[in-house]
């Protein structure tokens, strides 16, 4: 499982790009009812603090949704052949690392496809956002994140099929936390932070490097699965 976290990781901070594309707007949303900090507080320590919580709450979301995933799986595994639902299991997480593998390359995006599966599940739970305006509390910001977590996004539902193979909810769940912990660099940068981050994570032969570790994790799953049929 440890590969599993280091490339959930991976696809997070990689990722970077489209987070901030995505996610870049609402943030800014949230981050323009930030209220004045008082007197005695660090204006800067004090945006930081509402940025945290709210990434905090996305971040929860995340995990949450891991540990629903890996959970779900592993019941699953308990009413039907465990044998053979692992084995689909892990190949379809290898086929998955190697798609995100190419989508931080930049060969492929065909994974933002897959934002089209949550819209249902979205429309349902955003007004649950709008009753938290204003969003002038630190635990605000972390019920506001903990809605935003649940935004439809390919990285997030793609690297959410790993939790799926884990088929525990542990597992499952520092997946997705360790992908979550992977997108704070990205969402959390301002300014010229932001552009140099950017620009960094758009470099060819970073994203190229990092593209093949993830479709090389992908590869050894495969070659692992194949392994089992024998």
Known sequence: MDYSLSGAFLVGLMGGVHCFG????????FSSQIPAPPRHENPLAHRLGFLLSYNSGRIA???????????????????????????????LAGLM???LGLYVAKIWSGV???ETLG???WRVIQPFGKRLLP????????????????LPCGLV????????ASANPL????????????TLPALLSVGVAAKSLMGWLQRRAVRWLSGALLIAFGIQTLYIGVAQLG
Do not use: E
């Open 135 to 150: 969003i002038d509390t630190r635990a605000k910001a972390v019920l506001a994140g903990s809605v935003w977590g649940w």
């Open 171 to 182: 597992d499952g769940a520092l997946i997705m936390l360790f992908f979550g912990l992977g």
């Open 61 to 91: 979301s995340y995990t949450l949704a891991g540990a629903i995933a890996g959970g779900a799986s592993g019941g699953l595994s308990l009413l039907f052949d465990a044998g053979h639902l692992t084995l689909f299991l892990r190949f």
């Open 112 to 114: 933002v496809f897959i």
């Open 97 to 99: 690392m190697i798609l």
């Open 22 to 29: 995505m996610c870049g707007g609402l943030l800014g949303a």
């Open 119 to 121: 819209k249902g599940l």
């Open 157 to 164: 539902y793609s690297t959410l099929t790993w939790s799926v």
